[in-house]
């Protein structure tokens, strides 16, 4: 029993912390701040359970405890001040953003396929009421709406994938499921791809990513695109790792392609965009084509590098709509590039979140982004992906170019009088936990040997 | 005297000072002080060691050597040695001619101009004293950064499309690079003392042909893109004629030497074979480029513009001279390299000087500017007179090692140079003609050097006559090392 407890304490903490802010809001008077207080505590538990190196834990949850506890912490942080200045602050808000963390946890170290699919579900679920959290935005609404619709559809093919799986092997187990020869698990598999693809917005099943992340309020952008891709990208990498030579033979090229598209639509979409949360989920897009370069390079140190890659992704991300969702004072955010113009000499220190953010993403050192790249290449290489890596250096090269538009905005153009540089105040916690991410972000690009080393540790130094 | 860690301290003193900057945003004669101050500091604590390096102290090389992400074999690894030492000194020479030259851009946000300029001091001083690969890559990125916030926040014209280019331009050729840096790395992994940056070992690593040269391709192609060859050199013209002086100092003086010694330490000792086989590509770019900008610089109407097209000139008759094979050519290459530092930095603050005293730096409003002020005049002749490399400057000296290397392993390259060299005489006599003699075609007055100008041009040249006279010291400087890099690429030499 303890033993279980033990276990799965960072799934108990996050599933009572969650029930426990919803059942607070019986009671009679709570004070606005009592929410995101004891979210943030029930937040910490599993980053705690995490550092303190268990006994009984497996690796990957034990990193994913830590990974989503910091970001769960963070945007909590940063939402609180946000919702309550635009009025949708509650328990709601709060009690499903803990079960969202849950089901990403839960998808991270699934071995089973059925509980692959509930966390998926489990965290989808509370992610579209989370987009839709402001009531009177019809944008949020929408947004909500187009990653519902989509998303249903893409569990459906996810679930079909599953029952073909299981069809040919007559096992749940992911590892063993996936080393029954034959076609039709290889199918199964594909289908499974899909699925997993679309919620880490893979081309050519990325298209909800832009007007989702234009219609979610920025800290729950923020969330979704860290949280949500990271824990999806756990599944993939487990998916990938298990994957038999035969079925590797068929479906590798396809993804090779799909890792391809994916960097170019990514990078390439992302030019054009006038707004800039679509701008950003473009590039998180960009981002999660590296991923998949590095998931197929899973045996050949892949996995390390998209491990490294998705806690520094979780990090720039978090940093720049945590910055988007600061440097905004309207009902909705500051969206347009053109309403940033010299916000840099306005608002410093945020404009300088973003900027760290944006170089970042952008790869440029010394940030977590450059030595991100690094890792990812790197394994692409080992793994012999030449003709991909070299692609994919070039797209990121258009990924320095809108890096540097949004940049050029905050810096190097001024026109505040059609913008107005007013922001609200983002609270002690927006604002620590701002500064944190862009701390982390130089942290690990200067010193990546901490999170690598833990990495490393964790999987047995292999 | 060893226990200091002295690279660390010339890398990171200039952005220390960088990021005390912003304390004094409020008064720009403070910000001006303490960047001067600062300069001065980088500059003296360059000349300790350079003189601790000429007595010996530290004997052939100076090494700072750390782990940093052991789990690659990366590690924080600096190091001196003569021909290191050379550019590290020019270096913090023309951080202190930037602060000198900069009265007139820095009157918006003085801080932050001397901020990025100390910035970009700590990244070129790095790229010079790098002996790792990963941390040589991250500083060559690491320069565009204050660089294009430079020309992108306090350029003039069109500064935001030229930022992005320059930086755009530079990016495209780093991260083809730094793939060839990770290619390095796992090609490295195989080898018995596993996965490793350090260049020494690299050097060591048996790496196939075919490979070996698309790895040199991607090295060259970054440098290249930064030196800069023909045809990758289109972003510099712009660069330069819309930077503020001191960016314009900063990318002659400095980045277009960081491409031509990261040529001549990184790509050369790493890929022999395909250094070989790209040497007559690289040499026949070189020279077309040497004619090329001869003929466009000729053309030019702005004064800065037509500066910025003699350094592509410059710049190719030293990467003829770097892929020649001749050692004497070598060296020839290094000095015409300090002094096209040396003279260019000259031009464009004069140039800039120009600019501030008259709006405009096209050729039409110029002219009889000896008469109107004669100090400034003589100043101008000199430092044109040294691009011309007139004997006793040090333009001569480079030149003439150069010629005399090609004449012994090539003879048609040889003749080439020489007549492209009498090519920039055609624009750089053009360049004196239109600026100082003839009748005056403006009227609004032209006041003489001023104390600061005097002082930024007499530090330059010294070091022009110098270089021209004596150049034996910095020849020796480098020659341990230029022999080591010869012998390992061209080892019948």
């Known amino acids: 029993m303890s033993a279980f407890v033990v276990a799965y304490f960072p799934h108990l903490c996050l599933a009572f912390g969650g029930l426990l802010v919803l059942c607070l809001s019986m009671a009679r008077s709570v ?28 690796p990957i949850a034990c990193f994913y405890a830590g990974l989503l506890s910091v970001i769960a912490l963070a945007t909590i942080a940063l939402l609180a001040r946000y919702a309550e200045r635009r009025g949708f602050a509650g328990d709601a808000l709060y ?29 989808s679920l509370c992610l579209y009421a989370l987009i839709a959290a402001r ?3 019809n944008l949020g609404t929408e947004a909500a709406l187009k990653y519902f619709l989509p998303g249903a559809m893409a569990l459906a093919v996810l679930l079909f994938g599953m029952a073909l799986i299981y069809a040919a092997s007559g096992s749940m187990e992911i590892a063993a499921s996936l080393a029954a020869p034959g076609p039709l698990t290889a199918a199964g598999l594909a289908l499974v791809l899909v699925g997993v693809g679309f919620k880490l917005s893979l081309a050519p099943v990325h298209l909800w990513t832009p007007d989702v992340y234009q219609g979610a309020p920025a800290p729950v952008a923020a969330f979704l695109s860290s949280g949500s891709k990271a824990a999806a990208a756990a599944a993939l990498l487990h998916v990938c790792s298990e994957v038999s030579p035969e079925a590797r033979e068929l479906l590798w090229p396809a993804l090779a392609v799909g890792a391809g598209l994916t960097m170019a639509v990514g990078n390439l979409g992302a030019v054009a965009q006038a707004s800039v949360k679509r701008l950003l989920a473009y590039s998180s897009i960009a981002q999660m084509g590296y991923i998949l370069m590095a998931a197929m390079a899973v045996n050949d140190g892949g996995g390390e590098a998209a491990l490294f890659y998705l806690a520094a992704f979780a990090l720039m991300d978090l940093a720049a709509f945590g910055a988007v969702g600061a440097l905004s004072a309207q009902i909705g955010d500051r969206d347009d590039i053109a309403a940033y113009r010299g916000l840099g000499y306005v608002h410093p220190w945020r404009a300088g979140v973003l900027a760290i953010g944006l170089a970042s993403l952008a790869g440029l050192p010394p940030t977590a982004g450059f030595v991100g790249k690094f890792l990812v290449f790197g394994a692409a290489l080992s793994a012999g992906y030449v003709g991909l890596a070299a692609f994919g250096i070039i797209t990121a090269v258009v990924g320095v170019f809108y890096a540097l538009r949004l940049l050029a905005a905050l810096y190097m153009r001024e026109s505040l009088i059609a913008h107005p540089a007013a922001v609200y105040a983002a609270g002690p916690a927006g604002t620590l936990a701002l500064g944190v991410m862009a701390a982390g972000l130089v942290g690990l690009g200067l010193f990546p040997q901490t999170l690598l080393g833990a990495i490393a540790a964790l999987f047995g130094g292999a | 005297m060893r226990q200091l860690p002295w690279l660390s301290l010339i890398i990171f003193w200039p952005l220390v000072a960088a990021c005390v900057m912003p304390a004094l945003r409020g008064d720009a004669a403070a910000c001006r002080r303490f960047a001067v101050l600062a300069a001065l500091g980088e500059l003296a604590l360059c000349a300790l060691i350079a003189g601790l390096f000429a007595a010996g102290s530290f004997g052939p090389e100076l090494v700072e050597d750390a782990a940093w992400i052991p789990s690659f074999g990366i590690r924080y690894s600096l190091s001196l040695d003569g021909l290191s030492l050379i550019f590290v000194v020019l270096t913090a020479l023309i951080g202190l001619c930037c602060m000198l030259a900069s009265r007139h851009d820095d009157r918006e946000r003085p801080a932050l101009y001397h901020g990025l300029i100390l910035a970009s001091l700590t990244t070129v001083q790095g790229i010079f004293l790098a002996s790792d690969v990963f941390l040589f890559a991250l500083f060559w990125e690491a320069q565009l950064i204050p660089v294009f916030f430079l020309i992108g926040v306090f350029g003039h014209g069109d500064k935001l499309r030229v930022a992005m280019k320059f930086f755009l331009f530079s990016a495209t050729g780093g991260l083809l690079m730094f793939l060839a840096v990770i ?5 490295s992994a195989n080898a018995p003392d596993g996965p490793n940056f350090a260049l020494e070992a690299l050097t060591r690593l048996d790496i196939p042909q075919n490979v070996g040269r698309w790895l040199f391709a991607a090295f060259v192609l970054s440098f290249a893109i930064k030196i800069p060859l023909v045809p990758v050199h289109m972003w510099l013209p712009d660069a330069h004629t819309e930077a503020p002086t001191a960016g314009s100092l900063i990318l002659a003086g400095l980045l277009l030497k960081t491409g031509g010694y990261a040529l001549i330490r990184f790509a050369l000792p790493l890929f022999p074979e395909a250094a070989h086989a790209f040497a007559p590509a690289l040499t026949v770019l070189g020279l077309v480029g040497l004619f090329y900008a001869s003929a466009v610089a000729v053309a030019q109407e702005d004064v800065k513009r037509l500066i910025a097209y003699s350094s592509i000139g410059h710049m190719g008759l030293a990467v003829a001279a770097m892929v020649s094979g001749s050692r004497l050519a070598l060296g020839g290459a290094v000095l015409l390299m300090v002094s096209h530092a040396l003279t260019s930095g000259g031009l464009f603050s004069l140039a800039g000087a120009i600019g501030e005293r008259l709006g405009s730096r096209r050729f039409d409003i110029l002219g009889g500017i ?29 030149e003439a090692m150069i010629v005399f290397g090609l004449f012994k392993v090539n003879v048609l390259a040889a003749g080439l140079a020489v007549a492209g060299m009498a090519a920039t005489l055609v624009y750089l006599l053009r360049l004196a ?23 930024l041009l007499s530090l330059l040249a010294v070091g022009i006559v110098w270089l021209g006279l004596f150049p034996g010291p910095v020849l020796g400087l480098a020659a341990e090392p230029l022999n080591a890099i010869a012998a390992r690429v061209w080892p019948g030499l």
Request: with cysteine; proline share 9%; charged share 10%.
């Open chain 2, 433 to 455: 003609r239109d600026v100082l003699y003839g009748p005056p075609r403006s009227a609004v007055p032209f006041p003489d050097l001023d104390a600061r100008e005097a002082v």
């Open chain 1, 31 to 58: 004070p606005a701040g009592f929410y995101p207080a004891t979210a943030a505590l029930f937040a910490a538990l599993p980053g705690l359970w995490a550092v303190a190196g268990p006994q009984g834990g497996s």
């Open chain 1, 95 to 123: 009690g499903l953003l803990l079960w969202s963390a849950l089901g990403m946890l839960l998808l991270a170290d699934a071995d089973d396929w059925i509980m692959l699919a509930v966390g998926l579900e489990l965290a």
């Open chain 1, 135 to 137: 009531l009177d935005d």
């Open chain 2, 370 to 398: 000896w008469n109107k002020a004669p100090h400034f005049g003589a100043a101008f002749l000199f430092c044109v007179l040294a691009s011309a490399a007139l004997p006793g400057l040090s333009g001569f000296v480079g």
């Open chain 2, 183 to 187: 290619a390095l790395g796992v090609l």
